[in-house]
T-cell receptor, first 116, second 112 residues
Framework: AQTVTQSQPEMSVQEAETVTLSCTYD???????LFWYKQPPSRQMILVIR??????QNATENRFSVNFQKAAKSFSLKISDSQLGDAAMYFC?????????????FGKGTHLIIQP | DAGITQSPRHKVTETGTPVTLRCHQT?????MYWYRQDPGHGLRLIHY???????DKGEVSDGYSVSRSKTEDFLLTLESATSSQTSVYFC???????????FGDGTRLSIL
């Protein structure tokens, strides 16, 4: 079974600074998808970014970008110019691209604190 | 975003009672999912559905059943609730398993 590990239970960053959240995963598959979801105190789960493993280029979405290292099975999220609204739990998630309809495998999350 | 709603938003009940949580989506998504979120565990998959009347078990399915009689509705039932099932439950839907899942706002369930 695949596992997703987020080794930082909590991170803190000054407003306007850059922060990187770590995620590693374990899989024997070669084709898969990786996601970062944000969960603010409102409890909503909001998609931040999606990466397809067969694509070499790192995904970017405005101030959010990933560093995808397939050989190292690493998928970190970089948040540039941190804003107070970025404060949330961040979850890394994995899904095999193989056949089947099962869901995502999530990490345990990183709590991001933004210091004003 | 997908229109996906969960009901109720909060529920308190007693051990041994049956509980049904409802998920309703208006995006005509074929795939739907139920997860539970507990401190220190992230989200874990309970059951999923790949079409009307087509469901399968996830990682933590013991004590739960599901039904999908219409594309838009996916029900999660706890036949006899236990305190270990106190959790926040999330429903999600997707147009394809490899596409991002869109989540409901969650149901906080407390079993006393």
């Amino acid at each position: 079974a695949q596992t997703v590990t987020q080794s930082q239970p909590e991170m803190s960053v000054q407003e306007a600074e850059t922060v990187t959240l770590s995620c590693t995963y374990d899989t024997s598959e070669s084709d898969y998808y990786l996601f970062w979801y944000k969960q603010p105190p409102s409890r909503q789960m909001i998609l931040v970014i999606r990466q397809e493993a067969y694509k070499q280029q790192n995904a970017t979405e405005n101030r959010f970008s990933v560093n995808f290292q397939k050989a190292a099975k690493s998928f970190s999220l970089k948040i540039s110019d941190s804003q107070l609204g970025d404060a949330a739990m961040y979850f890394c998630a994995y899904r095999s691209a193989g056949g089947g309809a099962d869901g995502l495998t999530f990490g345990k999350g990183t709590h991001l604190i933004i210091q004003p | 975003d997908a229109g996906i709603t969960q009901s109720p938003r909060h529920k308190v009940t007693e051990t041994g009672t049956p509980v049904t949580l409802r998920c309703h989506q208006t995006e005509n998504h074929r795939y739907m999912y139920w997860y539970r979120q507990d401190p220190g565990h992230g989200l874990r998959l309970i059951h999923y559905s790949y079409g009307v009347k087509d469901t399968d078990k996830g990682e933590v399915s013991d004590g739960y059943s599901v039904s999908r009689s219409k594309t838009e509705d996916f029900l999660l039932t706890l036949e006899s609730a236990t305190s270990s099932q106190t959790s926040v439950y999330f429903c999600a839907s997707a147009s394809h398993p490899n596409q991002p899942q869109h989540f409901g706002d969650g149901t906080r369930l407390s079993i006393l």
